[in-house]
């Protein structure tokens, strides 16, 4: 597919997606939908692909969620919308075994804040900010923001930013978990490409693993986790990394990781 509305380019095995609407500070229309999708799943696909870096263009926005000039014209409901198009983004985004960096460089809105969410970590720039922005045009947060928030913040928290609407500054973002670091805005890409390629350059096969445990946690009770923790663990100890990492540690060296 042909990208109009993203941006998609791969550098050292990290890849970057880039909201690419600027001048409606990255909205998300119904073409954006389908292209952030095939996205995601080619980068699933890709092997030169170790880590995805998630972020928007332009100064001021991240994404500021659905363009509402579409939506007003749109013949399809609500519930499709979100059926057809959010929803299979953000289960790929969590379903795919490769890390996802949200990098936060100005306002995640609306459903711009839930693709944020639905980030395995999330850097924010210092002049960012996060709005559950649903409830101010009276609709209720979607795009998997209700799972996603009482799990990083609190039912309370996750309350108050849904049912208020209100802004959420970087400062208030970083003390409550909704982002992993916050840095001054001049340093943010910097900043994140490190973590990025860090990751690309670890054991992605491992990394992977983590991520799909993690989700399932959320739904196992203890007994369950901890017999699906020995069926990882088995699979991670068959890989090529952990033999590579092994023998890097005996022969002090640094590991060479292939994501096998």
């Known amino acids: 597919m042909d990208y109009s509305t993203v941006l998609y380019s791969v550098s050292e095995n990290v890849l970057t997606i880039s ?3 600027s001048e409606s500070y990255n909205a998300v229309n ?7 999708l095939d996205a995601f799943k080619q980068a699933e696909k890709d092997p030169a692909v170790k880590c995805i870096v998630l972020r928007g263009t332009g100064e001021k926005a991240f994404c500021s969620g659905q363009d509402l000039k579409e939506y007003q014209e749109a013949k399809s409901s609500m519930k499709e919308m979100l059926e057809n198009g ?5 289960k790929q985004m969590r379903t795919m075994e490769k890390p996802i960096i949200g990098m936060i460089n100005g306002v995640a809105a ?3 804040f839930s693709f944020a969410l639905a980030c395995d970590m999330r850097i924010m720039s210092d002049k960012a ?3 559950q922005a649903f409830v101010r045009i009276g609709l209720v947060a979607d795009s998997g923001s209700h799972w996603f928030l009482p799990r990083l913040v609190g039912t309370a928290k996750a309350f108050e930013f849904a049912a208020t609407g209100k802004d959420i500054d970087a400062i208030e973002a970083k003390e409550v978990g909704l982002v ?9 890409e ?3 490409y490190e973590l990025a390629n860090k990751l690309a350059n670890g054991a992605t096969k491992a990394i992977g693993i983590i991520k799909r445990t993690l989700n399932k946690s959320l739904t196992m009770s203890f ?5 699906y923790e020995a069926m990882m663990q088995e699979i991670a100890a068959q890989s090529l990394d952990h033999k590579e990492g092994l023998a890097a540690f005996i022969e002090k060296r640094a590991p060479k990781f292939e994501g096998k």
Not at 30 to 36: A, H
Not at 223 to 227: H, K, R, T
């Open 19 to 21: 909201f690419n609407r």
């Open 30 to 36: 119904e073409q954006m939908k389908k292209e952030l």
């Open 86 to 90: 959010y929803n299979p983004i953000i």
């Open 110 to 112: 609306g459903a711009g």
């Open 129 to 131: 900010k996060l709005i």
């Open 180 to 188: 992993n670091h916050v840095v001054p805005h001049a340093e943010l």
């Open 190 to 192: 910097k900043f994140t």
């Open 223 to 227: 007994d369950e986790l901890l017999m």
